[in-house]
């Protein structure tokens, strides 16, 4: 895995689809140690609405992963 080779406990990756006026986005946490991959954001957004996407994702990706590594590595 990526992580392994920068020392990362954790590996951040996802993606982005674009149909007409939304995109999608889809983001996940990978645990280096032990390869579980824990689904963080599947989301449609308008693009005319930017601020409120990049609000929205970065407030969601913050407190789902938040509360991952918190549980984890309790």
Do not use: W
Not at 25 to 38: E, R, Y
Not at 51 to 67: G, H
């Amino acid at each position: 895995l990526i992580g392994k080779g920068i020392s990362a406990n954790y590996v951040l990756f996802g993606s982005f689809t674009i149909f007409e006026d939304e995109i999608q986005i889809i983001t996940m946490l990978t645990n280096v140690h032990t390869s579980q991959i824990h689904p963080i954001v599947s989301q449609y957004y308008d693009k005319a609405d930017k601020k409120i996407m990049i609000e929205n994702l970065s407030n969601t990706v913050f407190d789902k992963l938040e509360k991952l590594i918190v549980r984890e590595d309790s």
